[in-house]
């Protein structure tokens, strides 16, 4: 288990399927190493956009072991444990570390809205489970539990919680935890469209979703704000938006996959009760990609 820094591209990446709803695992490998040549600074598995939800605790496990297996050059590996009871969560933190994660991205209770109380002992139980470091993941929005800035600084006296990932699409988060913590834990921007606006408030990393397909602007853009270049990177960050907002609502699994598959790194194909988009829902991701395409700009 290697020592993380938190800091730089996390790239939350995809679990790729096959035709028939099984992993491919090939197509995996390749996705990993067009990140790992796009500069990323770790990898995140098992999230939100990896669908976490469909897969068996096995796939999980699978999946971790076989990210470990891989030439990762010296890139971290991050499991997130999303999961519905605190007994399955404690065994998968113990079980992933035994496969290989050097760390996890944690979330609240799934599927039940727990109380400050029950959130704090969850999160807590979970961690005593693991030998890993840890970044707590706060997303309210798509789950319901919401873990604010003084609850981080209650969380700040364990010393297995490293980082955030904050994802309530409120930038004044960011300046709460900061006036409360310190420096205590490294920031993250969670939501891909507010990246900019979190990397001034003090965010030293990202956990990404549209890197997935964009890596080079993704990390490229990431560095321009910590150089205090921000003028270059505003010019980016404008390019880049409409292709961030698809990070956004209920369909940004798919939406994003559909762009992978439409530059060519990756396939549409999602488990249900996820669908693929639409028509008329993947016209519009097209014409989003179409736009920006025409306009890419020339990354170094």
Not at 51 to 65: A, C, P
Not at 118 to 141: C, F, H, K, R, W
Not at 177 to 191: E, H, K, N, P, T
């Amino acid at each position: 288990m290697q020592k993380i820094d938190w800091r730089g591209v996390f790239p939350a990446l995809t679990t790729k399927f096959n035709a028939n709803g099984e992993i491919d695992w090939d197509s995996m490998a390749r996705h990993l190493e067009f990140q790992l040549e796009a500069g990323v600074h770790g990898l995140i598995v098992l999230g939100s956009l990896g669908e976490n939800s469909t897969l068996s605790m096995d796939e999980k496990l699978d999946i971790v072991r076989f990210m470990a297996e891989q030439d990762r050059r010296d890139r971290p590996l991050v499991a997130c444990i999303a999961e519905s009871s605190t007994r399955k969560a404690r065994f998968f933190a113990g079980a992933a570390a035994d496969a290989g994660a050097d760390g996890f991205m944690l979330l609240p209770p799934m599927r039940y809205a727990s109380d400050r109380r029950e959130t704090m002992a969850y999160l807590s139980d979970v961690a005593a489970a693991s030998n890993g470091p840890i970044m707590l993941y706060n997303n309210p929005i798509a789950y319901g539990t919401d873990l604010t800035p003084e609850d981080f600084a209650r969380l700040g006296d364990n010393p297995k919680f490293e980082a955030i990932k904050e994802s309530a699409a409120d930038t004044r988060r960011f300046g709460d935890i900061r006036r409360l913590c310190g420096d205590r834990f490294a920031l993250f921007c969670g939501v891909d469209d507010l990246a900019f606006e979190c990397f001034a408030l003090g965010a030293v990393g990202w956990v990404a979703g549209l890197v997935v397909a964009f890596p080079r602007e993704t990390v490229r853009l990431w560095e321009l704000c910590m150089a205090g270049r921000w003028n270059e990177a505003r010019d980016l960050y404008d390019w880049f938006l409409p292709l961030l907002h698809l990070d956004v609502g209920p369909k940004f699994v798919q939406q994003i996959k559909l762009v992978e598959a439409l530059v060519g790194v990756g396939s549409a194909k999602v488990r249900a009760p996820r669908m693929q988009l639409a028509e008329a829902e993947a016209t519009r991701v097209e014409a989003i990609l179409a736009e920006a395409l025409e306009h890419r700009p020339q990354i170094d």
